[in-house]
């Protein structure tokens, strides 16, 4: 029902920087949050970032003032800039939103995109 495509994954040497974006498409009614996750091999997926309807955003410690997430509601698409990259930052991200999608229901669901790749050199 709801579709996630991520984009702007790549590599990249350390110090330098990269912008995510996460497309959402598909049948909802609203997105209640959307938030970025990372994966490296062999760890647990973890929270990288989060940001709700009324622009709350959370940060990982890791990532705090290096990262920043924004969401254009008009394009139903999330970012996630990513400056002074470090090598630790190698994962794959993963974009995750919480939708409504039923209009005689509150409840929301939740949806995985499929991950970009990004890897930073030392």
């Known amino acids: 029902q709801v579709q996630l495509v991520e984009s702007g994954g790549g590599l990249v040497q350390a110090g330098g920087s990269l912008r995510l974006s996460c497309a959402a498409s598909g049948r909802f009614l609203s997105i209640i949050a959307m938030a970025w996750y990372r994966q490296a091999p062999g760890k647990q997926r973890d929270l990288v970032a989060r940001?709700?309807?009324?622009?709350?955003?959370y940060y990982a410690d890791s990532v705090l003032g290096r990262f920043t997430i924004s969401r254009d509601d008009a394009k139903n698409t999330v970012y996630l800039q990513m400056n002074s990259l470090k090598p630790e930052d190698t994962a794959v991200y993963y974009c995750?939103?919480?939708?409504?999608?039923?209009?005689?229901?509150?409840?929301?669901?939740?949806?995985w995109g499929q991950g970009t790749q990004v890897t930073v050199s030392s």
């Open positions: 995750k939103t919480d939708a409504r999608i039923r209009p005689w229901s509150s409840d929301s669901n939740t949806y």
């Open positions: 940001i709700t309807s009324g622009r709350v955003t």
